[in-house]
């Protein structure tokens, strides 16, 4: 498995027979996802691969004739890509229209087809973790950029019991809240409260799933996204993010005797979606998880 960084030029020949993936990403070099697709071909005997390549916003336009001329037959788009990515599809399906983003394109015959596979990995990590259906859930979403958006679109279509959404700059959770206001047709309730205000606080009190989408728990040393005292001792926390070590938000949480989980088993779920999508196949999940919980120095 090559932990190479590429870019779409310098894409090394592809041997005959072999199937070619990847991940395009600015930066890219921390992803573990080869971790994961690599640990499925060897599962399943597949000649393939899964290449990291750097590609940034201004780039991107430019490097998808390179990377269909390169061999890459799908690939997975992170930072910064998820958006812009939707806008230069071919053909977009429903799970990547429902969220407008777009984290996996399979090339067919040329044209690009783009599918988000976030949301659903999302919703089989809370279940596999807690048997938790969003749709009876007071979900609180903390931060309005990429993820955080996505998540919501996607629980103001399928409905969840109330949702709250709240992000550091106002202005991104008053939008996304007036698009969502009308996506949810009032079917449940939805509000937007300020970053660290009262309001925030009287909403964590009445909230029994909180989805942590700020990039804040990346370094060991960022404060904490919120108190997570302020929650009822039954609330359930999703932290987005994950690092080798549990993110701070995750570690206090659970010495304050709350469930919480980082955002590892959503890329297991994300990833093992998007291989279907590419080979048709039904991927390894147990053998990916392995892999990535070996690549994050976790025990299985
Ligand atoms: N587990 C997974 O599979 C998965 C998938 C996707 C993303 N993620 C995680 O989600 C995180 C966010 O990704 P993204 O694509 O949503 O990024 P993004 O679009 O850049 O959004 C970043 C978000 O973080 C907030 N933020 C950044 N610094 C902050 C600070 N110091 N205080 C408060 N809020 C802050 C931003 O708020 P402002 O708008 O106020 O700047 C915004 O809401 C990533 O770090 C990644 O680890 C995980």
């Not at 027979?17 to 071909?41: K, M, Q």
């Not at 969840?160 to 991104?172: G, I």
């Not at 660290?196 to 799933?209: P, W």
Request: proline residues 7%; hydrophobic residues 40%.
């Amino acid at each position: 498995m090559s932990l190479e960084v590429f870019t779409p030029k310098s894409l090394p020949p592809l041997p005959p027979g072999r199937s070619r993936y990847g991940v395009l990403g600015h930066p890219v070099a921390h992803s573990l996802s080869p971790i994961l697709h690599h640990a499925a071909f060897q599962a399943l005997d597949l000649d393939a691969e899964y290449l990291r390549i750097d590609v940034t916003s201004e780039q991107l336009v430019a490097a998808i004739p390179l990377l269909k001329k390169g061999g890459v037959q799908g690939w997975n788009c992170t930072l910064p890509h998820k958006s812009s990515m939707f806008s230069l599809l071919d053909d977009a399906d429903s799970s990547a229209l429902e969220v407008k983003s777009v984290n996996t394109v399979r090339v067919e015959n040329g044209r690009l087809r783009g599918f988000s596979t976030d949301a659903p990995g999302w919703r089989a990590a809370v279940e596999e973790h807690w048997g938790i259906r969003p749709e009876k859930s007071r979900i609180l979403v903390m931060g309005c950029g990429g993820v955080g958006q996505t998540l919501a679109r996607s629980l103001a279509k399928s409905g969840c019991k109330a949702l709250t959404l709240v992000n550091r700059d106002p202005t991104k959770a008053k939008k996304l809240f007036e698009e969502l206001g009308s996506a949810s047709a009032g079917r449940f309730p939805i509000r937007w409260v300020a970053w660290q205000s009262q309001d925030l606080d009287q909403a964590l009190h009445e909230t029994d799933l909180l989805i942590q989408g700020t990039s804040l728990g990346l370094k060991a040393e960022d404060p904490l996204p919120f108190d997570p005292s302020k929650l009822p001792p039954e609330a359930k926390i999703y932290d987005t993010v994950y690092r080798k070590d549990l993110t701070p938000l995750v570690q206090t949480a659970r010495k304050l005797g709350y469930q919480a989980e980082d955002g590892l088993s959503m890329l297991l779920h994300q990833g093992a979606l998007s291989f279907g999508i590419w080979t048709g196949r039904k991927a390894p999940t147990e053998k990916m998880r392995a892999a990535l919980l070996g690549a994050a120095g976790r025990s299985p």
